[in-house]
């Protein structure tokens, strides 16, 4: 059996389990894209014991939480409430989950954590691995489930009987568990590196609910294995230690140095079977996904909140707000007549022979967009001894044909040069082709690698640029063998530490960057670079102009 | 629709009951952050930050069961204690004083500033042509506790709002033709997950004591997590009988310590070491060290003792300074780390 194929049958299994116990289940993820497979599970849906409702990323709040309707109020002349989809109980499909913003994540959350009977299911149809439904969200909700290419073919319908799990439902409440149980799945957990409380739990309420489905009257073993099998894999961060086989075992020399650092409480492994029972099931790409998690840093953290900036020209619409006329904010003239809609009557008691419509400053509602800033690209390229003279002139076509597409890619750039030293800013942040050109033309090339300066100064332009409402990015061209500190004495170590200290504190800032290797026989220096900068490496010992362009385009947008 | 579904009858708790305040395992330093500003409510508020599913929500819902009832006027929006205090505007007729549990209000994300501040009753002016005031959240939260979960999120105009009635304890409303003051003295308790994003330093600097939790590390506390938790809830009514008890002996010593909050002296020496303290860790103003002693006699009231002394100090200090100080790019140990160290040097 596939793992695809197996991955159908524990989403329906989790949907079983859903529907015996929804409120302590509260729902599931399904990553998949739209398409007749996923399509053939929503329709297993109907198996909830709630009415199903879909809503969308961008849902507001009056239509989610109820509000106020104007024209029902006006015309019955009291006020009208409308109920929002969480006053009453229902299951709630949310389909593209990855582009559900913070916001809307934290009243979800708020909603599931208050107890309204609420089940979720997120579709996400992320491509990338790092398109994801908000976390805050997926940790509220026992099961993440992936189709990934399953075909029709290899999803047959369900076979779940209604009734059979109409009874289970009441079977539910009685179902008895040993107090083992939640030692084991408390200790798997830890094993798997799993902090959240609420995994355990959404474990126990699991094997709860798969023992009522299967008529028993307490939880065994099977029960407790397949319930960790559902919860857990999605939710692990690491391979337990002493594991027989792990499921893909090429990445062991990072995942012994992960284990060890997690203490010593977890050394002894009481079910062995139940951990094999997770590990069976575990992401193929799960120290990877760890990895690129570190990598990002704090930036994945805003889930695609940074960087944004609120204008009230151009971008995507934001819900409206109370505003003044004439100022340089456009007027929301819908929003503005709805605002002044419910004082006509009482209005127009005071002033009978004025204009039929009277609306006061204080009803004026403006406009808002959200706005993605421009790019400020900042390249650090070494131009020592130690990199060959030929990486310049690639490295200065790179420059020039970026901004060939500035203008459309809305970009702007900045050069930094290191040699001898200390760094040079050749080229402050501009747009223009022509001055880059003229700037460029005249680069010397060799001496000492002050990689430490030129971080220093990238640092600078991009902290300048960001105040300017920029979203710096570096990228640096480098072999990362730094040899000249900040204070441009020489010294290999001094110069080393330099450098990691500034790359740290480049991490900080949370700018995105990507350290391009330019040596032709990479060495360990350039990767720990891009580890220090908490940036992506690429190595590029033979590339040409247009290459190190688009590659670093590509890794600076991903 | 929704008749036909059985879903109301899956419930096995009974909605909105919290979680008991002592029933939390661990996260000791969370609770006294809360025990603390139940004792002396002046202290500013609490900011709980941390890793998800570490019972952040979960604490302060509880604390709400447990803090001891107030008296107020009955009808009166904004809970005063005397019909004296109550404010021209509500127009409060009766002077019965009732006893109500100590208010807890909830400010969602996404919350209008209408809703916060109150606003012209829409129904009043409406149907009746009156112009009458209508409380917000502010006026409910007086003399309770104001929740925002997921702090971090929450959008600035109404940061900026909040701020600065939590400073002056008076919301101000001048709209729509209404002129309105009342009492808005409530203690902010924020949580939220670091990760999601910042909070502005001024809005830090608000919130008297901060937490940081974390999961806990040892296999049976987590045990006793699951196993508190699952109790509660499918054997609710015994669970809540043995906790119940618990969180009662916790709300005396709290009204004890409320008590004994005046009489509790600090002296010369104490006071050197708050600013001791607070100049080796080079926190802007003076609210650090402000907060710093009040949290020290509050928990010496708590612990019932008479005098401030180092140990309390000692043990406020963490969560009183750790989130003033400085991010300093090139220092890599935590903020409580930091205060650990200085504590370590100038207590000593």
Known sequence: ?558 | MAGTHAAPEIRTQPMNTPFPFSAIVGQTQMKLAMILTAVDPGLGGVLVFGDRGTGKSTAVRALAALLPPITVVSGCPVNSATPEQCPDWANIASDKLVERPTPVVDLPLGVTEDRVTGALDIERALTAGEKSFEPGLLARANRGYLYIDEVNLLEDHIVDLLLDVAQSGVNTVEREGLSIRHPARFVLVGSGNPEEGELRPQLLDRFGLSVEVRSPDTIKERVEVIRRRNAFETDHDSFMAHWRGEDAMLRDRIVAAREALPDTSTSEDALTNCARVSLALGTDGLRGELTLLRAARALAAFQGQPAVTRAHLREVAPLAMSHRLRRDPLDEAGSATRVARVLEETLE
């Open chain 1, 1 to 558: 059996m596939t793992r695809e194929v197996r991955n159908w049958d524990m989403a329906l299994r989790a949907l079983a389990a859903l529907s015996v116990a929804p409120n302590a289940l509260r729902g599931m993820i399904l990553r998949a894209r739209a398409g007749p497979v996923r399509q053939r599970f929503e329709e297993a849906l109907t198996l909830l014991p709630l009415p199903v409702r879909r809503i969308h990323p961008s849902i507001d709040d009056t239509q989610l939480f109820g509000g106020l309707n104007v024209a029902a109020s006006l015309s019955a002349g009291h006020m009208v409430r409308d109920r929002g989809i969480a006053d009453t109980p229902a299951a709630l499909i949310l389909p593209m989950a990855e582009r559900t913003n913070a916001r809307l994540a934290a009243r979800l959350a708020q909603m599931l954590d208050a107890d309204t009977g609420h089940v979720m299911l997120l579709l996400d149809e992320g491509v990338e691995p790092d398109e994801n439904a908000p976390a805050s969200l997926a940790n509220r909700l026992a099961f993440h489930c992936d189709l990934g290419d399953l075909r029709l073919a290899e999803a047959p319908s369900h076979a779940l009987d209604g009734a059979l799990l109409e009874e289970a439902r009441k079977r539910y409440a009685d179902v008895t568990f040993s107090s083992t149980c939640i030692a084991d799945l408390v200790t798997a957990a830890a094993c798997f590196g799993i902090d959240d409380a609420r995994a355990p739990l959404f474990a126990l309420c699991c094997a709860r609910a798969l023992a009522a489905l299967d008529n028993a009257k307490s939880v065994g073993p099977d029960h407790l294995h397949d319930a960790a099998a559902l919860i857990y894999p999605c939710r692990a961060t690491r391979i337990p230690e002493n594991m027989p086989e792990p499921p893909k075992d090429e990445a062991n020399p990072e995942k012994t140095d992960e284990t060890t650092a997690a203490g010593d409480d977890l050394a002894d492994i009481p079910d062995t079977l139940l951990i094999e029972a997770v590990a069976v099931h575990l992401p193929a790409d799960l120290l990877a996904g760890q990895e690129r998690k570190r990598a990002s840093g704090s930036r994945d953290a805003g889930a695609g909140a940074g960087q944004r900036r609120l204008g009230n020209r151009r971008g995507r619409p934001l819900p409206f707000r109370p505003g003044r006329h004439g100022g340089t904010a456009r007027i929301d003239v819908v929003a503005t007549l709805r605002t002044a809609a419910p004082w006509q009557v009482l209005r127009r008691k005071h002033r009978p022979t004025g204009a039929r419509l009277i609306i006061f400053p204080s009803d004026i509602r403006v406009r808002r967009f959200e706005e993605r800033s421009d790019r400020l690209i900042v390249f650090a390229v070494d131009a020592s001894g130690s990199a060959a003279m030929s990486r310049m002139a690639e490295a200065k076509g790179a420059v020039e044909l970026l901004l060939a597409q500035a203008y459309v890619k809305r970009d702007r750039v900045a050069l930094v040069a290191f040699r001898g030293t200390c760094a040079e800013v050749l080229l402050p942040p501009t747009r223009s082709l022509v001055q880059a050109k003229k700037r460029l033309s005249a680069l010397p090339g060799g001496g000492g690698t002050p990689l430490a300066s030129a971080l220093q100064y990238s640092l600078e332009i991009a902290s300048q640029g960001k105040r300017a409402g920029f979203s710096p990015n570096l990228a640096i061209l480098t072999d990362g063998r730094a040899n000249i500190p900040l204070n441009g004495r020489t010294g290999r170590s001094e110069a080393l530490t330099d450098a990691k200290a500034m790359a740290r504190q480049w991490a900080l800032s949370g700018f995105p960057a990507v350290v391009i290797d330019t040596s032709a026989r990479p060495g360990p220096q350039g990767r720990d670079l891009a580890n220090w900068l908490a940036g992506q490496y690429l190595s590029m010992p033979r590339a040409d102009a247009e290459c190190l362009g688009s590659a670093t385009d590509a890794a600076l947008s991903g």
